[in-house]
């Protein structure tokens, strides 16, 4: 009788609790990104990358398999059919971020879990991944102070405070498989879901008898949307290989559970009392919000074992972007990435850093946000590495990737935000060819 072995059963069970208790901070983390640029749409939107694809500037529309080493690019679910082994990532990221106008600057710093992510190969041309990661992050908190009054006599100082907080995650199934001998075809069943707060409180500055008022919408989310893919490779000798890649989202319909709370309240010597009064709440209001439609296009060049270049346009529908039946005034969206890897020598023994995997990309996106008649841009330069780890066992092999990225959303011009950032991301990535073999016992 066949059963499987003793030491594959204890890696599933450690990895299913690893993996629980990870999956379980992720949804349970607080969001406290300092980002004004998220208080549109569904905040900054984070994109379904691992560090390794991150790091060359987030090509991956056609990034298949180009070394022994299995990576999951859940971007493009067509190529789950190139792993061969059990591929389990893990990751951490972290943001400082500086926001800066024309008179003041201010620093901020974030880290979380990032994404938990598990694939294996179900036939020898097919593979089925599934994992969670970060969708959206929302998180601001910002002030505008003015003078209202017809004269002097009456004029009163007023301050505006918007704040943000929350954000969406991704939970997704997919499964790819390869036909012949060049076509590769893939799509994700995903479940996004989360919470977006937002609130905006009127205060009267040097008044101690004036009432304050705060109005606070409260998004909860839920609902299943798909993403697709296809690779196409055509070979120029055993080793190098042009790849032409396609992945889409469609554009779906979540549900939301739209709560709206309007109080009024006394501020102090700048400290908040208690609420006088609720003025208005609105719980349980069932509504829809729904997503564009995305595109992203591909191409890549590979030599095996070696080096890998490539680059994508994309491009989304985000004027389509609705909030219980209302348009949020987004604009369409479109960007290029451009990058690569390169790795000396993938099986030097005595030089450690031959076998490292160099990355660097760059990456620009105008983004669905449009303040003062300008566009919001944002752009990135990437790098980062592969660090391969020591073996612990026969058939199984570890690597650490890291990943930086040094971008800019926004600038001075017409009185508006720049924000500066570099994001950190860390992932350990394992490949275990024994996994869910079955062995007799003697």
Same mark, same amino acid.
């Given at each position: 009788?066949?059963?499987?072995?003793?030491?594959?059963?204890?890696?599933?069970?450690?990895?299913?609790?690893?993996?629980?208790?990870?999956?379980?901070?992720?949804?349970?983390?607080?969001?406290?990104?300092?980002? /004004?640029?998220?208080?549109?749409?569904?905040?900054?939107?984070?994109?379904?990358?691992? *560090?390794?694809?991150?790091?060359?500037?987030?090509?991956?529309?056609? &990034?298949?398999?180009?070394?022994?080493?299995?990576?999951?690019?859940?971007?493009? /679910?067509?190529?789950?059919?190139?792993?061969?082994?059990?591929?389990?990532?893990?990751?951490?990221?972290?943001?400082?971020?500086?926001?800066?106008?024309?008179?003041?600057?201010?620093?901020?710093?974030?880290?979380?879990?990032?994404?938990?992510?598990?694939?294996?190969?179900?036939?020898?041309?097919?593979?089925?991944?599934?994992?969670?990661?970060?969708?959206?992050?929302?998180?601001?908190?910002?002030?505008?102070?003015?003078?209202?009054?017809?004269?002097?006599?009456?004029?009163?100082?007023?301050?505006?405070?918007?704040?943000?907080?929350?954000?969406?995650?991704?939970?997704?199934?997919?499964?790819?498989?390869?036909?012949?001998?060049?076509?590769?075809?893939?799509?994700?069943? =995903?479940?996004?879901?989360?919470?977006?707060?937002?609130?905006?409180?009127?205060?009267?500055?040097?008044? /101690?008898?004036?009432?304050?008022?705060?109005?606070?919408?409260?998004?909860?989310?839920?609902?299943?949307?798909?993403?697709?893919?296809?690779?196409?490779?055509?070979?120029?000798?055993?080793?190098?290989?042009?790849?032409?890649?396609?992945?889409? &989202?469609?554009?779906?319909?979540?549900?939301?559970?739209? =709560?709206?709370?309007?109080?009024?309240?006394?501020?102090?010597?700048?400290? =908040?009392?208690?609420?006088?009064?609720?003025?208005?709440? &609105?719980?349980?209001?069932?509504?829809?919000?729904?997503? *564009?439609?995305?595109?992203?296009?591909?191409?890549?060049?590979?030599?095996?074992?070696?080096?890998?270049?490539?680059?994508?346009?994309?491009?989304?529908?985000?004027?389509?972007?609705?909030?219980?039946?209302?348009?949020?005034?987004?604009?369409?969206?479109?960007?290029?990435?451009?990058?690569?890897?390169?790795? *000396?020598?993938?099986?030097?023994?005595?030089?450690?850093?031959?076998?490292?995997?160099?990355?660097?990309?760059?990456?620009?996106?105008?983004?669905?946000?449009?303040?003062?008649?300008?566009?919001?841009?944002?752009?990135?330069?990437?790098?980062?590495?592969?660090? *391969?780890?020591?073996?612990?066992?026969?058939?199984?092999?570890?690597?650490?990737?890291?990943?930086? =990225?040094?971008?800019?959303?926004?600038?001075?011009?017409?009185?508006?935000?720049?924000?500066?950032?570099?994001?950190?991301?860390?992932?350990?990535?394992?490949?275990?060819?024994?996994?869910?073999?079955?062995?007799?016992?003697?």
């Amino acid at each position: 009788m066949k059963l499987l072995h003793y030491n594959m059963y204890q890696k599933l069970k450690y990895t299913f609790a690893v993996g629980l208790l990870l999956t379980s901070l992720a949804v349970n983390a607080q969001v406290t990104i300092q980002s /004004p640029y998220s208080k549109f749409g569904v905040g900054n939107i984070k994109g379904t990358l691992l *560090p390794q694809l991150r790091a060359m500037g987030g090509i991956s529309t056609a &990034v298949g398999k180009h070394t022994f080493f299995n990576n999951i690019n859940m971007q493009n /679910p067509a190529s789950y059919a190139t792993i061969n082994t059990t591929t389990l990532d893990l990751g951490l990221s972290g943001s400082y971020t500086e926001l800066k106008n024309n008179s003041l600057t201010e620093t901020s710093f974030n880290a979380n879990i990032a994404h938990v992510a598990l694939a294996f190969p179900v036939t020898k041309t097919s593979a089925l991944s599934f994992g969670i990661l970060p969708y959206s992050e929302l998180g601001y908190n910002f002030k505008n102070t003015t003078n209202v009054g017809n004269t002097t006599d009456n004029q009163k100082t007023v301050s505006y405070l918007y704040t943000g907080e929350g954000g969406l995650t991704k939970a997704y199934l997919g499964y790819g498989k390869r036909f012949g001998d060049h076509l590769r075809l893939g799509a994700n069943i =995903e479940y996004v879901f989360g919470n977006l707060i937002e609130s905006r409180s009127t205060e009267y500055q040097n008044d /101690p008898g004036s009432v304050n008022s705060r109005i606070q919408d409260k998004n909860s989310v839920g609902g299943v949307d798909f993403s697709y893919g296809a690779q196409y490779d055509i070979r120029l000798d055993n080793k190098t290989t042009i790849v032409l890649g396609y992945s889409g &989202v469609s554009n779906s319909t979540l549900n939301s559970k739209q =709560e709206r709370y309007v109080t009024q309240y006394i501020t102090a010597n700048g400290n =908040e009392g208690t609420a006088l009064d609720t003025v208005l709440a &609105v719980a349980n209001n069932q509504a829809k919000l729904k997503l *564009p439609l995305v595109h992203n296009f591909g191409i890549a060049i590979q030599k095996n074992d070696k080096w890998l270049i490539g680059m994508d346009y994309r491009m989304g529908k985000w004027s389509d972007f609705s909030i219980a039946g209302a348009q949020e005034k987004l604009q369409d969206t479109y960007g290029f990435s451009v990058g690569g890897q390169l790795t *000396p020598d993938f099986s030097s023994i005595n030089n450690y850093f031959k076998r490292v995997e160099y990355r660097m990309g760059f990456q620009y996106d105008k983004t669905y946000i449009q303040m003062n008649n300008q566009d919001i841009k944002q752009m990135a330069v990437t790098f980062g590495l592969g660090l *391969p780890l020591s073996r612990l066992e026969r058939g199984s092999f570890y690597k650490m990737n890291i990943t930086a =990225e040094l971008g800019q959303r926004g600038s001075l011009a017409n009185g508006l935000l720049q924000e500066r950032y570099i994001n950190f991301h860390l992932g350990f990535t394992l490949n275990d060819s024994k996994w869910f073999q079955r062995f007799k016992f003697d």
